[in-house]
């Protein structure tokens, strides 16, 4: 049975950092892409960032790019999400997603607030 735990939510002010963790157990971690996805309330939930099984292939949509950075230790199971400037509007619950071929999983959350 795959399970994901997010970490390292919180409140932040705005132009501030974060780093969420997220750790897999039950499954072969290097072999699954590894994705962060976020929730606002009222709003779908939405890519924010994925990295291959290898770390090689990474994206990130157009709102975060050069502001989050996404990355993977295979040796201890864990992604990372390395959030700097962060702004009101990434405001969310947070979730990791672990995906290979058809199938997927994912955790519970982390809640992220941006706010003065």
């Known amino acids: 049975q795959v399970q994901l735990v997010e970490s390292g939510g919180g409140l932040v002010q705005p132009g501030g950092s974060l780093r969420l963790s997220c750790t897999a157990s039950?499954?072969?971690?290097?072999?699954?892409?590894m994705s962060w996805f976020r929730q606002a309330p009222r709003k779908e939930r939405e890519l924010v960032a994925g990295?291959?099984?290898?770390?090689?292939?990474?994206n990130y949509a157009d709102s975060v790019k050069g502001r989050f950075t996404i990355s993977r230790d295979n040796a201890k199971n864990t992604v990372y999400l390395q959030m700097n400037s962060l702004k009101p509007e990434d405001t969310a619950v947070y979730y990791c997603?672990?995906?290979?071929?058809?199938?997927?999983?994912w955790g519970q959350g982390t809640q992220v607030t941006v706010s003065s």
């Open positions: 990295i291959s099984s290898t770390g090689a292939s990474i």
């Open positions: 039950g499954v072969m971690f290097s072999t699954y892409r």
């Open positions: 997603n672990a995906a290979r071929g058809t199938f997927g999983s």
